[in-house]
């Protein structure tokens, strides 16, 4: 499919996992419906909330891990013990080329630092960047 865009998503990521990721995947999906998921966590609670939302859930598939980086993890943690994490696997997914990127809304210290191994720098590019969204902004 034309100007089809995979996104890879930490659905175990942040304080509240599956309950907040799948619903923003959906308002993400309503916005830009060529979008496809593959979402990575606990299967059992990721489909709990795709049931949710059909239309998500026939762009999605679910990739199960029940590992998954807390928010008080030091990313020098992270790197040693989250190979096979929700955030691990996302981030695995770009650099396998099935995602064209990855959202997680964990622990940015961590993510960045599996992001750095993972899918190494660009030439030229000395940090990874974070994209972020200032809610007092206007557009």
Request: charged share 20%.
């Amino acid at each position: 499919m034309p100007g089809t865009c995979t996104l890879a998503l930490d659905a175990m990521g942040g304080d509240h996992g599956p309950p907040v990721i799948i619903p923003g995947a959906a308002l993400s999906l309503d916005r830009h419906p060529q979008t496809e998921f593959i979402f990575f966590g606990e299967a059992a609670r990721i489909e709990a909330e795709l049931d949710k939302h059909p239309v998500l859930k026939a762009r999605s598939s679910v990739v199960h891990t029940s590992t998954a980086i807390s928010m008080d993890d030091k990313p020098s943690q992270a790197l040693r013990r989250g190979k096979g994490s929700s955030m691990w696997l996302a981030l695995e997914a770009v650099q396998k080329r099935q995602a064209q990127a990855a959202v997680s809304a964990g622990n940015t210290g961590a993510l960045m630092a599996i992001a750095r191994l993972v899918l190494r720098p660009m030439t030229d590019i000395e940090r990874p960047a974070i994209a972020a969204i200032w809610p007092t902004v206007k557009r």
